[in-house]
């Protein structure tokens, strides 16, 4: 296979990229200059070694010293609220908002109506954190922050039978998103106001 036919294999795989895109991404790289070719692969080859996985909310994060990232061990984090996203870019529309000053868990994708779940759904790592926080007695709440269609509203709907039993009898709550957000919306895609609304509203 030529070098171009496999960088656009490799560009394939992105979410949301066709053959046809992938394949202009590889003629556009040919068009810029050598040097930013060169930065572009030096990044993406130190991309493993600098970015770790917070133990907690299991988002991304630059390396520091410890296994928490920066909203995990703050202190003014609300540790009593507890919102569950999709994904990493999820929690960046959140924060930008200003909105939202409780803890995170990214829970790595959507889980699947009909086809079986596949292994970067971490629910089996959630439950392991909301039992964690349970015995604890700092939760209070579970936000469902999923995006407003037919998979966001079963993965809502699965994580809540899942979550169930072990918060049955306790005194949390769990909450979605409210209607701020219009049906069919990613919540990676929602502004800062829309967010805002949605979250005063969560119910």
Same mark, same amino acid.
């Given at each position: 296979m030529d070098p171009i036919s496999k960088l656009s294999e490799l560009f394939a795989e992105f979410p949301g990229i066709g053959e046809r895109q992938a394949k202009r991404f590889a003629y556009y790289l040919l068009r810029k200059p050598s040097g930013f070719r060169k930065e572009l692969a030096l990044q993406l080859a130190e991309l493993g070694d600098r970015i770790a996985q917070c133990v907690d909310c299991k988002r991304f994060f630059e390396k520091t010293t410890t296994d928490l990232c920066e909203t995990c061990r703050n202190m003014n984090t609300d540790k009593s609220v507890l919102m569950i996203i999709e994904k990493d870019t999820d929690y960046d529309v959140v924060r930008k908002s200003r909105s939202y000053n409780g803890a995170y868990f990214v829970l790595g994708g959507m889980i699947p109506i009909l086809e079986k779940q596949p292994s970067y759904v971490r629910t089996g790592e959630l439950l392991e954190r909301i039992k964690k926080d349970t015995e604890s007695g700092v939760l209070k709440? $579970? $936000? @469902?922050?999923?995006? @407003?269609?037919?998979?966001? =509203?079963?993965? =809502?709907?699965?994580l809540r039978r899942i979550l169930e039993p072990t918060v049955v009898g306790k005194d949390i709550r769990m909450t979605s998103l409210g209607r701020g957000l219009s049906t069919g919306t990613e919540l990676e895609y929602s502004d800062s106001k829309t967010l805002e609304y949605a979250l005063k509203n969560r119910q």
């Open positions: 709440e $579970i $936000i @469902l922050a999923f995006s @407003l269609n037919t998979q966001g =509203d079963h993965t =809502d709907s699965e």
